[in-house]
């Protein structure tokens, strides 16, 4: 158990639109899941943390006009990188702690999102 | 600023023996720290953690060993299989559960046959 899938697994898209990414857990429920954005030979980035039903936290830096976070149930989150520009072009990946304990998170496989 | 380093990009390794993957961190606030491994078009799978309050956990074939004085942190592979070529990442957080992980750039061990 504890499957976490994401959607699409890439997207390429034109620079001044959005593109929507989920983030689903498959076999469980998940109260706080996490997105993460990974540029090429770098590290896995924290963007923000949703929590289901309430305001996603962001990171830093992190623009949240910009990455729109839902979390409308306990199995799905997404991700809306509005008004996308080149460089957002990113390897996004999100993960899901489950509702039932525990602290360890299971990662989606990422998406590749490619702005032009 | 890095607080989690991988200084080795790469690694290769004979099928059988010992594979030693390093990190480093400077924050002496983290006190959990974990390893992922990760195959081509997945995500991250945890693969084994350790609290500062221990300077070794085993798990099978799996052990890390941890340096707090030194901020150094270590996974030994023993003995060494061809299903273990991934990318390896080190991770960090404050205490088990805290929600932000810190993750390093990752090291990609290929195992020879």
């Known amino acids: 158990g504890a499957v976490v899938s994401q959607h699409p697994s890439r997207v390429i898209c034109k620079s001044g639109t959005s593109v929507k990414i989920e983030c689903r857990s498959l076999?469980?429920?998940?109260?706080?899941m996490f997105w993460y954005r990974q540029f090429p030979k770098q590290s896995l980035m924290l963007m923000a943390t949703s929590n289901e039903g309430s305001k996603a936290t962001y990171e830093q830096g992190v623009e949240k006009d910009k990455f729109l976070i839902n979390h409308a149930s306990l199995t799905l989150s997404t991700l809306t990188v509005t008004s996308a520009h080149p460089e957002d072009s990113s390897f996004y990946i999100c993960?899901?702690?489950?509702?039932?304990?525990?602290?360890?998170?299971?990662f989606g496989p990422g998406t590749r999102l490619t702005v032009t | 600023d890095q607080q989690v380093k991988q200084n080795s990009p790469s690694l290769s390794v004979q099928e059988g023996r010992i594979s030693i993957l390093n990190c480093d961190y400077t924050n002496s606030m983290f006190d959990y720290f974990l390893w992922y491994k990760k195959y081509p078009a997945e995500g991250p799978t945890f693969l084994i953690s350790i609290s500062s309050i221990k300077d070794k956990n085993e798990d099978g074939r799996f052990t890390v060993f941890l340096n707090k004085s030194a901020k150094h942190l270590s996974l030994h592979i023993v003995p060494s299989q061809p299903g273990d070529s991934a990318v390896y990442f080190c991770a960090a957080s404050r205490y088990i559960g805290y929600d932000k992980i810190i993750f390093g750039k990752g090291t990609r061990l290929h195992i020879l046959p």
């Open positions: 076999d469980f429920q998940a109260t706080t």
């Open positions: 993960s899901a702690r489950r509702q039932t304990g525990g602290d360890e998170q299971y």
